[in-house]
């Protein structure tokens, strides 16, 4: 099987059944990218309030995900929106030092 990217790939040390390995968001179809962001907002929001990101390498990976131009500038809004509802849930966790630059946070908030 060749590699494929980790988008999505977010919750590794959280369950087995959330590594969420796929291609590219350009190459999903609309309804399983919508599926799989529900499924890692879901996913974050059940994470306890104390969990340190550090042990949790793939939330790393999820915050930058997030704020690209294929997820985050996406035709669909339901997609953004559960992007930015993802995004929300990574600040929750990563409190008071968000994994985003400023333009990224401002990306992220300008969806509202």
């Known amino acids: ?21 796929c291609p590219p968001p350009a190459l999903l179809c609309q309804n399983e990218l919508l599926r799989r962001l529900v499924n890692v907002t879901e996913a ?15 939330l790393l990976s999820l915050s930058t995900s997030l704020v690209s131009p294929a997820i985050l500038s996406h035709r669909d809004k339901d997609i953004r929106l559960h992007a930015v509802l993802a995004a ?25």
């Open 1 to 21: 099987m060749p590699p494929t990217s980790p988008i999505f790939a977010p919750l590794l040390h959280i369950s087995p059944s959330c590594y969420l390995r």
């Open 44 to 58: 974050l929001s059940t994470l306890a309030e104390d969990v340190d990101p550090s042990t949790h390498p793939g």
């Open 88 to 112: 929300c849930e990574i600040f929750y966790l990563y409190a008071p030092e968000p994994p985003w630059e400023e333009g990224e946070i401002l990306q992220i908030f300008n969806q509202l």
